[in-house]
């Protein structure tokens, strides 16, 4: 199972983090991988610059915003 950690943290959360959580969960629901991909809010990532900072397992972390999200999501989990 692939965990996206999502930072929750005051700059995240000013640039909109929740909306990515949302979007992330849509997308899992709408292609059917509830089983394969969970999404979890993270208190800080400690990337407040790469805002808002996301994470694939223990990799890197990444900044994704409501805008690319769909595009995130097609490179790192769909193709990661």
Do not use: P, W
């Not at 610059?49 to 990799?59: E, I, L, R, S």
């Not at 690319?68 to 790192?76: A, D, G, K, L, R």
């Amino acid at each position: 199972m692939k965990v996206i950690n999502v930072c929750v943290g005051s700059a995240c959360h000013l640039k909109g983090a929740y909306n990515v959580i949302n979007k992330l969960q849509d997308l899992i629901k709408e292609r059917n991988l509830e089983d394969k991909v969970e999404v979890k809010a993270a208190f800080c990532l400690g990337e407040c610059t790469k805002a808002v900072a996301v994470k694939v397992d223990n990799g890197e972390i990444i900044s994704v915003q409501e805008d690319n999200v769909e595009q995130f999501f097609n490179n790192h989990i769909i193709g990661g």
